[in-house]
């Protein structure tokens, strides 16, 4: 595991408008300080729009530069991944990120320190300090004729809607989130869409034990390459792929645990195992009763206990809405456009600054 030296130059991205629009403040109050203390030195950028960060990092000099820190939500850690993957040089992308939680939603920062600091900004910027890079897989999403990155989750049906949908409801927090649901569900929401999934495995069990193994274990390096294996949304969907057509209630899919806090749907996620975790709760299966026990499992991940909710290790997947010209799709928490779109990952393309080179354990 590499050292990082204490010293360190930073470039700092603030977005002053994430989370109750305090960044700026509690950076300059609360992390410069410790920073001024470990003899860092740094770099600031306040974002006047969205997608200043991602801009910026396609084209900036990072030599000068030991880590990126971004200081707001999850929002601006997509753009400095985004940024540095459409680099000329792939091998840019080494350089690690930090994260100052500050936004509404800071799910990365949930992984890296667990619910019960995840807010601690003396935490997250000790770990900035004295942590270590850990390689993680980043999704390339392919909609239409566009390309982008992810690094968190792609979600579609009730979950989405409960994100997306609520945005007028935002003063009321992580609160806003459950009334979606329990609306959504009571009213007996059905998502029409075609899945398509090159899968890995969908044995629970074996999944499970497979996260037990490899969550301590020291994995090998592999060639940085953002070249697809499986192609686009535009091309034709592999012979041996599997393919549902069901009504679902949700789909999910992620490569970190959480992505909120009271919010563990990828319960056996890890960093960098080349695989993407995908939840499918299928409508003909999921009683409103059973939605509702759903919702309240996925606070602690044993959601993966149910029998009605499938749980699949994938390389890859495609997902066609059906039977409706508008809807919600969200990924990395933003809404995109209602449109086909196809996930792969490609593995160990950017490094976090952790504490211990994982995410926090999922004990179930």
């Known amino acids: 595991m590499t050292e990082t030296k204490p010293s360190k130059h930073l470039k700092v991205f603030i977005n002053p408008f994430s989370g109750t629009g305090k960044a700026t403040k509690v950076f300059n109050s609360e992390v410069k300080p410790i920073f001024d203390a470990a003899g860092c030195t740094y770099d600031i950028t306040i974002t006047k729009d969205v997608n200043d960060a991602r801009d910026i990092m396609q084209t900036i000099d990072l030599k000068p530069f030991d880590a990126i820190v971004g200081v707001s939500g999850d929002g601006i850690i997509h753009e400095i991944i985004n940024g540095l993957l459409t680099r000329e040089n792939i091998n840019d992308a080494t350089i690690p990120i930090g994260v100052i939680p500050a936004g509404s939603g800071n799910a990365l920062n949930i992984c890296l320190h ?16 004295k942590g270590v890079p850990m390689k993680i897989d980043v999704c390339s999403i392919t909609q239409g004729d566009k390309r982008f990155f992810s690094f968190m989750s792609q979600t579609y049906g009730v979950i989405a809607d409960c994100d997306l949908a609520t945005e007028n ?56 390459s953002c070249d697809h294996k499986y192609g686009t949304v535009n ?18 899919a992620g490569k970190v645990p959480w992505i909120g806090k009271g919010l563990i749907p990828f319960t056996y996620a890890l960093p960098s195992d080349g ?45 066609t809405p059906k039977n409706s ?37 999922v004990d179930i």
């Open 114 to 129: 667990g619910e019960a600091v995840c807010k601690s900004l003396q935490h997250s910027a000790l770990t900035i300090i």
């Open 325 to 361: 010209k508008n809807g919600y799709i969200s990924i990395d928490g933003e809404k995109v456009d209602f449109a086909p779109f196809q996930v792969e990952v490609l593995p160990q393309l950017i490094n976090i600054i952790s504490i211990d080179g994982n995410y926090q354990h």
């Open 235 to 252: 091309d034709p969907i592999p012979d041996d792929w599997t393919i549902l057509t069901d009504d679902v209630t949700t789909i999910l």
């Open 169 to 224: 409801l935002r003063f009321l927090g992580g609160l806003r989130f459950y009334i979606g649901a329990v609306k959504a569900i009571i009213e007996g929401r059905g998502y029409g869409c075609e899945l398509a999934m090159k899968v890995a495995e969908s044995n629970k069990e074996i999944i499970r034990d497979t996260y037990r193994k490899e969550y301590a274990s020291i994995r090998n390096s592999v060639p940085m």
């Open 275 to 319: 695989l993407l975790d995908l939840v499918v709760a299928r409508r003909d299966k999921v009683t409103r009763i059973k939605s509702l026990s759903f919702m309240a499992e996925l606070e602690t991940g044993n959601h993966i206990k149910m029998k009605e909710i499938d749980y699949y290790k994938v390389e890859a997947f495609r997902l």
